[in-house]
């Protein structure tokens, strides 16, 4: 077992003479297995201070430094394939693989993404951020180099491709499918599941070791390819029977009978942490050629070696700077409620009234603020894992029995379920309420988790309500709404991040007429028609346009959907020009006002519209407030598109 790495001091780099030697992961394989041991402490040490000082996802890296060295001593990378699934656990790899001097830009503007990232580097063949993605890449890539293999004229390819996966992206549909179209298949291919979590793994030892050392080596899976000719030429009913005692055999010696099922030949589990176990079975797995798909389970502990992350509840999965010495993290100073935290207390005052409303999230019950409603309603909480389309089906089944279900997941991530939103939810005209948290940009997760979409996709469905509220007590009102609702689905989207502090937020919101704007401030020339959190800066805009001698009305939209037809064609009828401003994409909110004023033949005289939304384009992490400056979706943005439009 390799021992705690214990850091120098906050101030001085750890020491890291052999990592120092390592350039491309071709250098691993110049090491001895005792140097490989030595490299992995220096490797979690380095990975250690570099987090300290950018924040990320520290926990999951901490547990694979062992198995990243192995893969990469054992496997030819990047000509061999290597996919991380999610990549919460890639900054090891990132570091091994020619991006350690650029490492401690983590997740900061113009520096490394925190997840794998194809125009990255080679070492990264696929792009990752949400979950469960990985083995049917994988796939992807085996079958590509066997078809090209089989076409005459071309080189022949015998790259392997590995995709690690940890027992948590297990739990999803994706992986089952992707599994089980691999075993159909028969592709050479290598999946590792990183089980941190002891969820589905016996205990670990020598024997086990040993046992899995025997059953990836190639004598063993001759031995087995023998004797599968020879139980052929005996009757039907004996070979199944042989076939069916070698896998349930194997299956009570290491728990592998499901993945045989699948198709997978099983390996494991093993020690992750283990070099002497870890080189020889991947040396193994490599070699065994014309097997088919392969699984080797490892066994890991999230936040291994750092004592502060071992300590923690969730071993230090996502942090911010922190002290290395102590684990303390960095906290900003006091401030307001996120708007994660108000809805969240918004839904337990709803709940509080109304026995029939329950929550389901899918695996992010703190993220979406669902940790605190289930202190409340523990036996009304419902996390069903990382199975977002389950999630939005399972709620839909709730409400045809008369509960109120309230599904709270990421906007990028309800992108995953949009079937079941479209089949499940609107055609059935049934009353599932969705809660987006992190509409719109979301700072140092990049492109991958913006909510950039979901006014496009949510707002082109018949009969739904959508709600995107300007501030926190306007969202608490937005819950009241959603829970009144129930002849039709409906959502409410919402930022990442603090609100502004300065409303006072009601202990229970008053449910709004549907599809109902307001208007804030009248002016006669100008209209700013804002559709949530953009508001501030349509206020501000119209103060500074207004001393200018350009004088501005300030509207807020409040839903996407009902649209509020008389208002919008007042504000077109009144005023020589409308802008609309959304954190949003095109083909959400201001589609949906220009279709409206279209057909009302306001679009035809000499009313201007200018609709202001992100760009036709990804936006990279950055802070959030040069992520809103390169959308152009600021104050200053605002009013330069007013003077620019009025010539």
Known sequence: MNAPVVPSSTATRPDTPLLDRVQVPADLRNFSAEQLRQLADELRAETIDAVSTTGGHLGASLGVVELTVAIHAIFDTPGDRLIWDVGHQCYPHKILTGRRDRIRTL???????????????????????????????????????????????????????????????????????????????????????????????????????????????????????????????????????ARRAEEYARGILTGGTLFEELGFYYVGPIDGHNLDHLLPVLRNVREAEDHGPILLHVITNKGRGYAPAEASADKLHAVSKFNVLTGEQAKPPPGPPTYTRIFADALVAEADADPTIVAVTAAMPSGTGLDRFAKAHPTRTFDVGIAEQHAMTFAAGMATEGLKPFVAIYSTFMQRAYDQVVHDVAIQSLPVRMALDRAGLVGADGATHAGSFDLAYLGCLPGIVLMAPSDEAELAHAVATLAGIDDRPSAVRFPRGDSTGLVEVPKRGTALPLGQGRILREGTRVALLSLGTRLADALKAAEALDADGISCTVADARFAKPLDGALLERLAREHELLVTIEEGSTGGFSALVLHHLAWKGLLDGRLKIRPMTLPDTFIDHETPAKQLAQAGLTTRDIIATVRAALG
């Open 107 to 241: 997740r900061q503007g113009g520096g490394l993404s925190g997840f794998t990232k194809r125009s990255e580097s080679e070492f990264d063949p696929f792009g990752a951020a949400h979950s469960s993605t990985s083995i049917s890449a994988g796939l992807g890539m085996a079958v590509a180099r066997d078809l090209k293999n089989a076409i005459p004229g071309m080189p022949k390819d015998d790259r392997h491709v590995v995709a690690v996966i940890g027992d948590g992206a297990m739990s999803a549909g994706m992986a089952y499918e992707a599994m089980n179209n691999a075993g159909h298949l028969r592709s050479r291919l290598v999946v590792v599941l990183n089980d941190n979590d002891m969820s589905i793994a016996p205990p670990v030892g020598a024997m086990s070791a040993y046992l899995s050392r025997l059953l990836s080596s190639q004598s063993f899976l001759s031995l087995r390819e023998l004797a599968a000719k020879m139980a052929r030429r005996f009757p039907k009913t004996l070979e199944r029977t």
